[in-house]
């Protein structure tokens, strides 16, 4: 079970969620040990980089193994995101771009970003066209919410438009920014999405705790791959399981504790 995502081709349909502070380097060289998919890295802000902060410098590296090398931008001004993007793809040869428009946090979508955008149709119809253009062939991906809450749904609009402006695929969190991280996923969501995009791949995201959960959100929703966030904190070997889960292999079992705390399993 393979998933491309314009010229990548990855052997299983899983992909590693960004999550500031956590999903660094070492982190995902650690998760990419049990299994496979596409590792992104933590969210990186567009302006920052740009202006050559360090810090945020720091985070956009990666490890001497990682293959494909792949990053997510945020940032509201479609400028600073295209010169962001070419400067990446250019000088560090990232293999893949993804933008984030699900972050729910309130600093963030307070300022317009993040969760936020989708609602403005206009920019985030220039920020997305920006990052494609200037990308080239490297595949660019949009991440999601439904919308900032119940009465302001964005994410077929958002979907449709970044289809038809060229991204390789849209991975929906089926939460409202409103929700941030509580109550339930609402997978029906994903289904709407599929069922409304037809050229690109559709992830879904939201509430996938076991390995059996992606199966069933694809099987219930149609959707081509998962996002895995939470779900795999403190066990990395989470991408196994998901790895065995999505082939019918038997299930390894969980490493014990003295080979957790010594780094391998």
């Known amino acids: 079970m393979t998933l491309t995502i314009g010229p990548l081709s990855l052997p299983f349909p899983v992909v590693l969620a960004p999550m500031a502070g956590i999903t660094n380097a070492p982190f995902r060289s650690l998760c990419r040990e049990f299994g496979g998919g596409l590792f992104v890295s933590e969210m990186i802000g567009a302006r920052a980089f740009v202006e050559g902060n360090a810090k945020t410098r720091e985070l956009t590296r990666f490890g001497i193994d990682e293959d494909p ?3 997510q931008l945020y940032g509201t001004d479609p ?32 300022h317009g970003g993040g969760a936020a ?18 990308a080239g062939e490297v595949p660019v991906t949009v991440k999601m919410r439904i919308g900032l809450d119940d009465d302001h749904p964005t994410f077929l609009g958002a979907g449709r438009v ?21 109550g339930t996923a609402r997978w029906e969501a994903i289904g ?25 959100m694809m099987s219930e929703t149609g ?12 066990r990395p070997w989470f991408f196994r399981d998901l790895q065995e889960e999505l082939t019918g292999s038997a299930r390894t ?8 705390g010594g780094g391998g399993g």
């Open 69 to 71: 090398r792949s990053l």
């Open 79 to 110: 400028g600073a995101i295209g010169e962001a993007v070419r400067m990446l793809v250019d000088v560090d040869h990232v293999d893949h771009i993804d933008l984030n428009f699900g972050c729910p946090a309130p600093k963030i979508t307070r």
């Open 117 to 134: 955008v989708p609602f403005k149709r206009r920019l985030f119809a220039a920020i997305v066209e920006s990052a494609v253009t200037a």
């Open 162 to 182: 970044s289809q038809d402006l060229g991204v390789a695929a849209v991975a929906l969190h089926a939460r409202t920014a409103e929700q941030l991280y509580s």
């Open 192 to 216: 709407e999405l599929k069922a409304a995009l037809t050229a690109v791949p559709v992830l879904g995201n939201g509430d996938i705790w076991e390995a059996e959960d992606a199966t069933r």
């Open 223 to 234: 959707c081509d791959g998962v996002v895995i966030g939470r779900g795999c904190l403190g």
């Open 253 to 260: 079992p969980p490493p014990e504790l003295g080979a957790v």
